[in-house]
């Protein structure tokens, strides 16, 4: 299934690009460690590319097609190191947890902007067997401003206010 997100417009995607940007030249853009050396060169255009003028599908097709993840990654196991393969939906979990983390930030900034203090959690792709701690927040409004700190000072890591909620949660925010 694909998110629908429901402010995503040319202003919308503004602001989204001003926050990609703005982790670029901090230094937090989040890198996975499942990138190979292709994928962490070819990230941050591929991202800045799907901000402007695709989606997060689009992201998971050119992370696949140019072959960005590893085959592999290491796990620590009692006996050691071993070798496991990288999921399948790798690309895709990604595509679509960081394409929504900055589709969040991009909403929250715009209504800053414009002067609304609060945006509204939805579930913006439907999920086979929702967690029950997503359906809690579905409909519950949010601080713009806390959120986006929160997401700006949390890049790829669970964040204080638990928006969004893990990987493949469907959840997403839109104005009110």
Request: overall charge neutral.
């Amino acid at each position: 299934m694909v998110f629908q997100f429901e402010n995503l417009d040319s202003k919308t995607r503004q602001f989204m690009l001003q926050e990609v940007d703005l982790d670029i030249a901090n230094g937090n853009l989040y890198m996975s460690k499942r990138f190979n050396s292709v994928g962490s060169a070819a990230y941050p255009e591929l991202l800045r590319e799907a901000v402007r003028e695709q989606n997060e599908v689009w992201l998971t097709a050119q992370l696949q097609q140019r072959g960005c993840m590893k085959s592999q990654e290491e796990r620590q196991t009692k006996k050691g190191i071993s070798y496991v393969k990288v999921p399948v939906t790798a690309a895709e979990t990604l595509s679509d947890g960081e394409f929504n983390r900055f589709y969040i930030r991009g909403v929250c900034a715009r209504a800053v902007a414009e002067g609304k203090t609060e945006v509204e959690i939805y579930r913006a792709k439907a999920v086979s067997q929702p967690r029950a701690e997503s359906q809690m927040l579905v409909g519950q409004h949010k601080s713009a401003v806390g959120l986006l700190d929160d997401l700006r000072n949390s890049p790829g890591t669970d964040t204080v206010l638990g928006l969004p909620p893990g990987p493949n949660s469907g959840l997403s925010v839109r104005l009110i």
